[in-house]
């Protein structure tokens, strides 16, 4: 009941502050929206159901309390942490990475490719309509928007990753064979070898992370 309570009294102080968009077309991550926890810098954290759409690089959330409208986080450069089931996400304003790993420290940036998937079925879900019953509260002051879901584009298998590492105290990034092959140039022969061996797709995530462990191992030996 106060945990009721408590999301009531958010929305009320922050409903007056709304401000009206015009509907739009938006890139989302996942198929449907998920249950996830975001986390304050402050020490606020809420529970609610989340998407992220990757074309404006900005999460957003379904308001049950609101008619299942779908909005931004009120005060976003607050928002230090993002959790999306098992997946973690470093959040700045228009600065969003999943974490792979943390040891050696691995990050993933998605853009989006648009590509319309046909009718929604709710919630940015694409055949059933998902369930909502885990929502205890966000602040409601930020921006409020109203998209049309049933124009509403998914974008799961038509991302562009860029990938960030650290290689000594240096912050590197790369998408592709060639821009990971020039951030070690003692190790190339080696790592010409194993991403043959392995037919490694810069498209799957994990054995973008298995050739990245595996250089580590180089650069250590």
Known sequence: MK????FFLIC???????????????????EKYQDGMIYYKDGRQFSALLNYDVYERRFLFVDINDGNNIKEFAEPQMVSLIKVGERTFIHKPKDIKEVL?????????YKATLKDKGKNAGYGGRSTTAAISNYSGIQSDGTYHRFDLEDAYVVSENLKKTY???VG????RFSTRNDFLKIYPKQQDALKNYIRDNNI????????????NYAATLCSD
């Open 12 to 30: 009320s102080c922050g409903i007056g502050n709304m401000q009206a968009q015009e509907e739009r077309k938006e890139g989302l991550l996942f």
């Open 169 to 172: 105290k240096k912050k590197k």
């Open 3 to 6: 945990r009721i309570l408590f």
């Open 164 to 166: 960030y590492i650290e």
């Open 201 to 212: 797709d810069f498209d799957a995530v994990e054995q973008v992370i298995q050739l990245y």
């Open 101 to 109: 790993q943390m040891q050696p420290s691995l990050f993933v940036e």
